[in-house]
């Protein structure tokens, strides 16, 4: 397979004024001058720059080799986006602290709204990948299967933003599998797991902030420090994350920034199907134009799968892994909400 470095001239080499060019009209705006950060924000205390040669992979929850991460110190990350009405909060919290995060976007919702991927970056946040779809368990599909939803992912969003993202993966549901991992390594790309599971998705209804803040507080008042997950698709995590911030302020915790000592490369077949699928999403809008962004998708080749869907929702749902899955354990409400979220595709 033909693999190729993003040659797009970055955002930063375009010069601020020529980003309106790049920019819808109704979401052009000033940039905004440096802000001041005060000795109240969380502000990056270190960056570490990631060689993802060989694809080392970190998040001691399931992933022991390595640990770069010293007391005290968190890493945020923010999965499934965007979805520009929780995102641009998430995005908002983070300004506030000065600090930055790793956003694992989705291919079909990224292509929704590649202006909120543009967004991201120019924040001066992470991006990496989360599978085209989000669909499968990756742990349960054919290693053909996964390659497709890892490649197509990462395609589309390099398509959205317009240069390359950070060789950046994190599996849906946490649900790895060996060809998969072994891809990964030949590519160059570090998988990505967790220490601290936020439940975001778990705590929906109302008082799901408090819940969101108290379980992740908890969790990191026992192990001191690891990588966090949120999911900026959830109004849980939007609303309850100034105040995770601050409380991480005050206790004393570290922020880390991760950064990618190479960039994303990309295969030129799954670059030409993420620009067909691209140019489909186009057309539907303009024939609905009143169509919801970043709520439906059209089946088309890259999500027109054959293979084990996204896991049946059963009571005993273990909290150790990531996942979409809803509290109430109803298959019904579970089906709904993926809809309401990722569109048909998942449930077809
Ligand atoms: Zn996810």
Wanted: glycine share 8%.
């Amino acid at each position: 397979m033909a693999i190729r470095l993003g040659s797009w001239p970055t955002l930063a080499a375009l010069g601020a004024a020529s980003l309106f060019l790049l920019l819808p009209a109704t979401e052009q705006r000033p940039v905004q001058a440096a802000k001041t950060c005060g000795s109240d924000t969380l502000g990056v205390a270190r960056t570490v720059a990631i060689d993802t040669t060989g694809g080392p992979r970190y998040g001691l929850m399931q992933y022991k080799e390595h640990d770069f991460l010293a007391d005290g110190e968190v890493v945020l990350t923010f999965d499934d986006g965007p979805m520009r009405r929780h995102t641009q909060a998430v995005l908002d919290a983070l300004e506030r602290h000065c600090t930055k995060g790793t956003f694992f976007m989705v291919g079909t919702m990224a292509l929704s709204d590649p202006a909120m991927v543009r967004e991201v970056a120019l924040r001066g946040h992470t991006v990496g990948s989360h599978t085209w779809s989000h669909r499968y368990q990756l742990g349960k599909v054919t290693p053909q299967r996964a390659t497709q939803e890892i490649e197509l992912g990462i395609s589309a969003i390099q398509l959205a933003l317009g240069e390359p993202i950070a060789p950046f993966f994190r599996f849906p549901f946490l649900s790895d599998q060996k060809a998969a991992m072994a891809h990964l390594g030949q590519r160059n790309i570090s998988a990505f797991s967790i220490d601290v599971d936020s439940l975001d998705y778990r705590s929906r209804g109302p008082g799901g902030a408090d819940q969101v803040f108290r379980r992740v507080m908890a969790d990191l008042a026992q192990k001191r420090k690891g990588i966090l997950l949120f999911h900026d698709i959830q109004p849980s995590t939007a609303a309850a994350l100034p105040r995770i911030l601050d409380a991480l302020k005050q206790r004393g915790f570290k922020v880390v920034h991760l950064t990618a000592k190479s960039k994303q490369t990309t295969v030129a077949e799954y670059d030409q199907q993420a620009a067909q699928e691209a140019s489909r999403r186009k057309t539907v809008i303009a024939t609905a134009p009143l169509s919801p962004r970043a709520v439906t998708w059209p089946m088309g080749s890259g999500a027109a799968a054959t293979g084990t869907p996204a896991p049946a929702i059963t009571q005993g749902w273990s909290p150790t892994t990531e996942g979409q899955k809803p509290v109430s354990g109803r298959g019904a409400d579970d089906a709904d909400w993926r809809r309401s979220v990722f569109g048909n595709s998942f449930n077809d």
